[in-house]
């Protein structure tokens, strides 16, 4: 059986709003609201995870005082 795709960051975010217009408009059976609700948890942390990734391996461009630039390592408060 293939693998679902996973779906990037933007599409993750567009089908959760979706799934949020579709629940507030109050036109949902609630076996629909709980079947939109999972998928709404499961988009969620397909949309944290992608964050959290690239927050990993973001780095900061840095210009000295030379005009040089310079890549430095993000530090992330906390970690």
């Known amino acids: 059986m293939p693998r679902k795709k996973e779906l ?3 599409e993750s975010l567009e089908k959760l709003e ?3 217009a579709s629940m ?3 036109d ?3 076996k629909d609201l709980m079947a939109n609700y999972s998928e709404g948890v499961q988009l969620g942390n397909n949309c944290l995870k992608a964050l959290e990734d690239a927050e990993k391996t973001m780095d900061l461009l840095v210009r000295e005082d030379n005009k040089k630039v310079i890549k430095q ?3 992330i408060e906390g970690e």
Do not use: D, H, R
């Open 24 to 26: 507030e408009s109050g």
């Open 18 to 20: 979706q799934i949020v």
């Open 73 to 75: 390592e993000l530090q």
């Open 8 to 10: 990037s960051f933007e």
């Open 28 to 30: 949902s059976s609630l």
